[in-house]
């Protein structure tokens, strides 16, 4: 939601709480009517606002009402009234009986002001929090679509050069045993960016990156093995020094499974080189950012 979106909003529920406050003191003015004609009490602008417990001016700004008060007020002048027949006790009573009619009133209305109040902020509260929530989003999209933009240069700049090495690459073999049966077993076919490096590396380089590997392929879900065997050896990756820091691979295991089984994650994939765990609302977060938000000790 952009701040223009959530300016909108706050004005909007700005005007239906306006209209929700008119609204109930027109629904005062018209009850307090009522309940003078149903008393056969005096009915004017005086009598009606303090019944209604609002200002004087207030019935002024309605035409509608105005001219209601006014009519009843001049019907009223223009009939005969009985003699009073109260006496000072009498007017006592209706007196206290009237304010504790009104003091219920306004306490049925303070309650309801404050439920609405608490809505209200409820509201702005959530507003805050979905800004939040879209400016994080919008920040990992902004980032994503940078690495994606730079693997599709990467791709672009690569298949035009594709032809000639393909002639090239049918010349290059792996002739070490050793490393030819470890990726074997990893079931791992060379292509001729993986065998050219290879043939430029030293042998010690290329064991170290695949046991890298292995030992990622133990721990998460990764799609694409050769890829990242060729960004291992390239990098010179020893093992436990490609993504977990200081990090051990059973601390990840026994971290991953507890907090995949309290619902906080759902799976984990390496990109780029930095081990993701992904949430159930389908955010990628660095494993080592959500291992300081939720401790191994926590989960």
């Given amino acids: 939601m952009s701040k223009d979106e959530l300016r909108q909003t706050r004005i909007d529920n700005l005007k239906q709480a306006q209209a929700s406050r ?49 009519q009843i007020r001049n019907t009223q002048s223009s009939m005969p009234r009985e003699e009073s027949k109260s006496t000072s006790s009498k007017s006592q009573t209706k007196i206290l ?39 994080r989003q919008n920040s990992t999209i902004q980032d994503l679509e940078k690495r994606l933009n730079a693997r599709k240069l990467f791709n672009v700049k690569s298949s035009k050069v594709t032809p000639l090495k393909k002639k090239r690459s049918q010349k290059i073999l792996i002739d070490d045993d050793q490393i030819l049966s470890e990726l074997s077993a990893l079931n ?36 694409n093995p050769a890829g990242f065997l060729v960004k291992a050896i390239k990098n010179a990756w020893n093992k436990n020094e490609y993504a977990f820091s200081d990090i051990e691979p059973e601390i990840f295991r026994r971290w991953f499974a507890m907090a995949k089984s309290e619902g906080k994650v759902i799976s984990s994939r390496f990109i780029e080189g930095i081990l993701y765990v992904c949430t159930p609302e ?15 000790q926590m989960i």
């Fill in 97 to 135: 009986t009237r304010l504790k009619e009104r003091i219920q009133l306004l306490e049925s209305e303070n309650k309801q002001l404050k439920r609405k109040n608490e809505a209200l902020a409820g509201q702005v509260y959530r507003v805050h929090q979905l800004q939040e929530l879209v400016e």
């Fill in 188 to 223: 791992i076919k060379t292509n001729s960016t993986l065998s050219k490096l290879i043939q430029h590396t030293k042998k010690e380089v290329v064991l170290n990156a695949i046991d890298c590997l292995k030992e990622a392929l133990a721990t998460t879900q990764i799609k």
């Fill in 282 to 296: 389908g955010e990628l977060i660095p494993f080592e950012e959500m291992i300081h938000q939720y401790p191994y």
């Fill in 22 to 70: 008119k609204k109930d003191s027109l629904n005062r003015v018209n009850q307090a009517i009522k309940y003078l004609e149903k008393r056969n009490e005096k009915i004017n602008f005086h009598t009606v606002a303090l019944q209604a417990n609002v200002s004087v001016a207030y019935l002024y700004k309605y035409p509608e009402i105005k001219q209601k008060i006014a």
